[in-house]
């Protein structure tokens, strides 16, 4: 059965291996250069600072999904004070892909935006599964292409009076 709670810093001690078999299929694709291969990897190391920074920073939420206790995704939701709340991290083992685990967590951010105001996330470019996911719960892609990172993001926003529909 699935279980969405808060998550607790005590929940993410290894949460580096969790997202990097999470993430090394969505993240891969044939043409890659050594500098996109190695900037994907590295960013299962920014997961730890950045899910124990979500746990002790009032202005964001991390939660946990879990399948029978064992973890099957989590979720970074920041500047939840802002104009434009952010989905930062929303990560489901490869292993509960098609088991409610995305749905349930973002259906709980969801529940923390007020209506009337957007969200926004970014993409891996090349996500195609992940464009999908996110695009049936009102994400449309904005045309802007992040480079904070190698590899390039998509940019992609929301506004939340629609997500009485999608719950």
Same mark, same amino acid.
């Given at each position: 059965?699935?279980?969405?709670?808060?998550?607790?810093?005590?929940?993410?001690?290894?949460?580096?291996?969790?997202?990097? $078999?999470?993430?090394? !299929?969505?993240?891969?694709?044939?043409? =890659?250069?050594? /500098?996109?291969?190695?900037?994907? %990897?590295?960013? &299962?190391?920014?997961?730890?600072?950045?899910?124990?920074?979500?746990?002790?920073?009032?202005?964001?939420?991390?939660?946990?999904?879990?399948?029978?206790?064992?973890?099957?995704?989590?979720?970074?939701?920041? $500047?939840?004070?802002? !104009?434009?709340?952010?989905?930062?991290? =929303?990560?489901? /083992?490869?292993?509960?892909?098609? %088991?409610?685990? &995305?749905?349930?967590?973002?259906?709980?951010?969801?529940?923390?935006?007020?209506?009337?105001?957007?969200?926004?996330?970014?993409?891996?470019?090349?996500?195609?599964?992940?464009?999908?996911?996110?695009?049936?719960?009102?994400?449309?892609?904005?045309?802007?292409?992040?480079?904070?990172?190698?590899?390039?993001?998509?940019?992609?926003?929301?506004?939340?009076?629609?997500?009485?529909?999608?719950?």
């Amino acid at each position: 059965m699935l279980e969405i709670r808060e998550g607790q810093r005590g929940d993410f001690d290894d949460i580096d291996a969790f997202v990097s $078999d999470a993430i090394s !299929e969505a993240f891969h694709k044939p043409g =890659l250069t050594r /500098d996109e291969i190695r900037s994907n %990897k590295h960013i &299962a190391q920014l997961a730890y600072p950045s899910l124990i920074e979500a746990t002790e920073n009032a202005d964001r939420r991390v939660y946990i999904a879990k399948i029978d206790d064992q973890l099957a995704g989590f979720v970074v939701l920041k $500047d939840l004070k802002a !104009e434009i709340p952010e989905i930062d991290w =929303l990560i489901v /083992d490869r292993n509960f892909h098609g %088991k409610g685990v &995305a749905q349930g967590l973002m259906n709980k951010v969801l529940s923390l935006v007020a209506d009337g105001k957007k969200l926004k996330l970014e993409v891996i470019q090349y996500n195609e599964r992940a464009k999908a996911f996110y695009r049936k719960y009102g994400f449309i892609d904005t045309g802007i292409i992040s480079r904070k990172l190698i590899t390039p993001r998509i940019s992609m926003v929301r506004h939340t009076l629609l997500k009485k529909q999608f719950m």
